[in-house]
């Protein structure tokens, strides 16, 4: 296993579009997380799953944003009418109930 | 509420050795950690700190005074490599999510 994969790395759209980021973790392991990171800050946290289920989810997070571990192996997230406000690395990682997360290469999303 | 504090940049020439400090308000506490992030990478993990002290890992060591509520990053012998943003981040609850604060750029100077 190479790690925590996300795709696309790159993503370009028009405000308003829906977009969603697909994040495959560590095989073996139980927690993922979604994290947002805008330049010069520190990754904030969006959401997180044990397993299937969805354990928390942000205050901050807008119901523009849904996030799915349907089968507890991959993530997706996804934004419904983008804002340019959206504009920031998503970032993936993966845990196995210790205090070592595994981040992925994060997805950089523009919004136009 | 969960706050963490650590200055935004810090430099430092070759072969010296700093200290990144950070503070953290929580309203739970499982926890203090380290992660490295250089620019366009991922972060990733350093050093976890549950109880009171210093752990050594190599040339990082990371010290927790829970009762201050405080924790420091030692980066000995540096190296230009070296050269990256540092994150403290808090755990609240056993098995939750990790709170990053905004970071410390750390500059390597030759």
């Known amino acids: 296993d190479t790690g925590v994969s996300q795709d696309p790395r790159h993503k370009i759209t028009k405000r308003g579009q829906n977009v969603t980021f697909r994040c495959d973790p560590i095989?073996?392991?139980?927690?993922l997380y979604w994290y947002r990171q805008t330049l010069g800050q520190g990754p904030e946290f969006l959401t997180y799953f044990q397993n299937e289920a969805q354990l928390e989810k942000s205050r901050l997070l807008s119901d523009r944003f849904s996030a799915e571990r349907p089968k507890g192996s991959f993530s997706t997230l996804e934004i419904q009418r983008t804002e340019q406000g959206d504009s920031a690395m998503y970032l993936c990682?993966?845990?196995?109930?210790?205090?070592?997360?595994?981040f992925g290469p994060g997805t950089r999303l523009t919004v136009l | 509420g969960q706050s963490l504090e650590q200055p935004s940049e810090v430099t430092a020439v070759e072969g010296a050795i700093v200290q990144i400090n950070c503070t953290y308000q929580?309203?739970?506490?499982?926890?203090l950690s380290w992660y490295q992030q250089h620019d366009g990478g991922a972060p990733t993990f350093l050093s976890y700190?549950?109880?009171?002290g210093l752990e050594e890992t190599g040339r990082f060591s990371s010290f927790l005074s829970r009762s201050d509520s405080y924790g420091y990053l030692l980066l000995q012998e540096l190296q230009m490599k070296d050269s990256a943003s540092y994150f403290c981040a808090v755990k609240g609850n056993q098995g939750g999510k990790l709170i990053f604060g905004q970071g410390t750029e750390l500059s390597v100077k030759p």
């Open positions: 990682a993966s845990s196995v109930d210790t205090e070592l997360m595994y």
């Open positions: 929580t309203s739970g506490f499982y926890g």
């Open positions: 095989s073996e392991h139980n927690r």
């Open positions: 700190n549950a109880l009171d």
